[in-house]
């Protein structure tokens, strides 16, 4: 009888309810790996008219070849438009001259960088903000005949300036001593354009040749 009554109190008891779990933390929007930190966070992307372009007091350069399309000037010409890239640690800088007389568009929301990590998204350029990050930005015209130049880093390299106005970011390849692991990898972009109002994508790749200690 008692153990009837022990198993019968037992099967009317519920189980004690599991504490409530710890919320867990927000994301960080923009992590930073190690390699680089927020002392090599850079404003902006000055281009540079060394051969071999990096920061002053880079611990290691970079040479860079262009494999799509392939040219040993880092240049590519249809009969609409005309590139001249410059890849660096920075960023990859480069010019386009419209060579008709009508006007064309860089449809900027379309177009993709490819990162040395092996990640895709969005691109950023010289006039994107941390604020702009989901916002459709607008196409920039270049008008019949004229040249544009710009540079280019993923959106996704901006990070938060803490109220400032500037454009923080990631620099698109370190300069310290993790920069020889990034030798052999390759990162580009698709620049969509819009020619006569139809969209034509424009694809560049480039390899890191080789990463030399200064």
Known sequence: MLLAAVLAGGCGSS?????????????????????EGISNLQAGAADSTEAIPGSPDAQYRYRFTQTLPGSDRFTFR????????????????FQVENRQARPVWIDWDRSTFYDPRGNSGRVAHATTRWVD????????????????????????????????????????????LSAPQYSGREFGVDLVFRIEDRPRTYSFRFRVASVIPR
């Open 78 to 93: 249809d009969r609409d438009v005309s590139f001249y890239f410059k890849p660096a640690p920075a960023a990859l800088y």
């Open 133 to 176: 990050r989901f916002n459709v930005p607008p196409l920039t015209q270049i008008v019949g005949l004229q040249r544009y130049s710009d540079y280019l880093l993923p959106l996704d390299y901006l990070v938060d300036p803490a109220g400032g106005a500037e454009q923080l970011h990631r620099p698109l390849l370190p300069e310290d």
């Open 15 to 35: 189980p004690p309810a599991p504490p409530p779990e710890a919320p867990a933390p927000p994301p960080q929007s923009t992590p930073v790996p190690p390699s």
